[in-house]
């Protein structure tokens, strides 16, 4: 069993960042790869990012290419998304997930764990 919880959202306008937390405890972090997830209202959860288990390879939807950054501190047990140009399109929950998976990982479907999510609000 792994228990992660986000933290770092809030209400920040177009432009702006933030740098979003999901900690982990339980199994050994190192053996998950983590992704970031996010679901707008009535909408599906989309993927985000993605970070392999020592973290030498990351993947990103398209939308977020060069604005987003996923990193991994496997000695603090922890996976961040910085976020920077934020726009409204970027507002949603924010949900990071686990699995020993190496692969798929851009799909919900691939992942065992979740956080509770965090709420990210880009104002215009």
């Known amino acids: 069993q792994v228990q992660l919880v986000e933290s770092g959202g809030g209400l920040v306008q177009a432009g702006g960042s933030l740098r979003l937390s999901c900690a982990a405890s339980g199994r050994t972090f190192s053996a998950y790869s983590m992704g970031w997830f996010r679901q707008a209202p009535k909408k599906e959860r989309d993927f985000v990012a993605a970070i392999s288990r020592g973290g030498a390879s990351t993947y990103y939807t398209d939308s977020v290419k060069g604005r987003f950054i996923i990193s991994r501190d496997n000695a603090k047990n922890t996976v961040y998304l910085q976020m920077n140009s934020l726009k409204p399109e970027d507002t949603a929950v924010y949900y990071c997930?686990?699995?020993?998976?190496?692969?798929?990982?851009?799909?919900?479907?691939?992942?065992?764990?979740w956080g509770q999510g965090t709420q990210v609000t880009v104002s215009s």
């Open positions: 997930a686990a699995t020993e998976w190496n692969n798929g990982l851009r799909f919900p479907r691939t992942y065992d764990y």
